[in-house]
């Protein structure tokens, strides 16, 4: 049974830079891998393989009437927060059609019988996992530095439904099912 969720992938040169950055902190970080930056719409957690037929189609649906999304991204943070770090993430400027986006997202997915998290949605791409309080304080400036910093403008075309499968250097993501935005 995999796990599952739908992302909005932000493959960018400068994200994966913001990656390896984080790694040359000194702070015991696990960063998001080259190429693997996304923005979650909806965690599913563990879901059936036959169910990807039907979760792909409730993605379809809630992709249909929407074309291109532009997102500023802006910002470097972490959850729960700069103090305390244990994921640190590039936020992004508001932008209600995300917003919008991942409600129908989430709702054809629950229609079609798969739930989502319902923690509210946060646009925002992870791209470290914090493992242990080792180096704290360089992590912690970095996150002061950054904390405005501009980053790329990104024009979301495409939604997709990945697999995640763990393994021992981390996650690895594959996509299931991709819809097309303005399509």
Same mark, same amino acid.
């Given at each position: ?17 913001l990656c390896a950055a984080l790694a040359a902190t000194g702070a015991d970080v696990k960063p ?18 036959? /169910? ?20 500023? =991204?802006?910002?470097? /943070? ?22 919008? =986006? ?31 309080p080792r180096g704290l304080e360089g992590l912690r400036a970095f996150l002061a530095a950054r ?20 393994g021992p250097g981390g996650p690895s993501y594959h996509a299931l099912h991709e819809a097309r935005?303005?399509?």
């Amino acid at each position: 049974m995999p796990r599952a969720f739908v992302a909005v992938p932000l493959e960018d040169p400068a994200l994966d830079a913001l990656c390896a950055a984080l790694a040359a902190t000194g702070a015991d970080v696990k960063p998001t891998k080259p190429g693997q930056v996304h923005l979650t719409l909806a965690f599913l957690g563990d879901v059936p393989d036959e /169910g990807v037929p039907a979760m792909g189609k409730a993605v379809d649906d809630a992709c249909a009437a929407t074309g291109a999304i532009p997102l500023q =991204l802006h910002g470097v /943070g972490a959850f729960p927060n700069a103090q305390a770090p244990r994921v640190v993430w590039a936020g992004a400027r508001p932008s209600p059609p995300l917003d919008a =986006l991942a409600k129908r997202v989430r709702d054809r997915l629950d229609e079609a019988g798969f739930p989502s998290d319902p923690k509210p949605f946060r646009a925002h791409a992870t791209l470290a996992r914090v493992r242990s309080p080792r180096g704290l304080e360089g992590l912690r400036a970095f996150l002061a530095a950054r904390r405005e910093e501009a980053l790329p403008l990104k024009i979301l075309s495409r939604v997709v439904l990945f697999r995640s499968d763990q393994g021992p250097g981390g996650p690895s993501y594959h996509a299931l099912h991709e819809a097309r935005l303005g399509a």
